[in-house]
């Protein structure tokens, strides 16, 4: 759709409806998944681009050139810084969690649609529906495939072992159970009985899609051979 080069009011308020509805869409989905940059923080970042945009597009006629000079103009950095924001927000999304990463797919939510924003400012309003849809389908459509990819997990097991006993080997114990057990540290403790114990740590590893049940088969193998203290599961998957 070819806008006009200077907006009238009422081809703004189409491009800010357009904006708001496209980063409604996208902000309801990380919203709904209990992420923090939800609804409004996205509709926020769209709009903020999305003004942007139009305030670019208002001020090209007072740089005195005629509409085929755009490509010498230094207006268009106020979009691109509008980019170069958004990367510190998206960083702000990202967190690490042990030994996963949360939060990137939330941060490219945002970059796409502060570019989102971008395209309905500037007027191209097909391209920016375009985006919006392909967006909608990759966080939507796509779940169902990601969801069903096999990803790394991960359990922090604790094996509790008597001063003088020999160190546990868990990765011999698992390795024929498809698990694989590395070992990370190993700590002298009382236990509730005040008496010394030897605490071992290890790192367990395994693949199982997303929506599987979490795997909790592993712990027989190592109960039968060693006392296990304690255990905490979690997935190297990005949400």
Sequence with gaps: M???????????????????????????????????????????????ASAAMIQANILLPLDGKNA??????D???????????????????ILKEGGSIK????AATLWIATVIGLCFGGGQLGLGAVSTTLGMFTLWGMQWIDVRIRRDHRALVVIATDPGSPSPNLDDVLRPHGYHARFRRQDRSL???????????FDVYWKQPESAAPALDFLDPIEKAYRV?????????EH
């Design 68 to 73: 085929g000079s755009f490509a010498v103009m």
């Design 103 to 106: 939060g990137v797919t939330t």
């Design 191 to 201: 236990n509730f009985r005040n008496v010394e114990e030897i605490e071992t740590h």
């Design 2 to 48: 070819q806008m006009p080069l200077i907006p009238t009011w009422s081809d703004i308020l189409v491009r800010l409806a357009l904006t708001m509805i496209a980063g409604a869409l996208m902000g309801f989905n990380r919203g709904a998944r209990g992420h923090a940059a939800g609804l409004r923080t996205t509709i926020l970042v769209t709009l903020a």
């Design 229 to 237: 203290k304690s255990i905490e599961i979690t997935s190297e998957g």
């Design 75 to 93: 207006l268009m950095r106020l979009p691109l810084g509008i980019l170069t924001g958004v990367g510190f927000i998206g960083g702000g999304a």
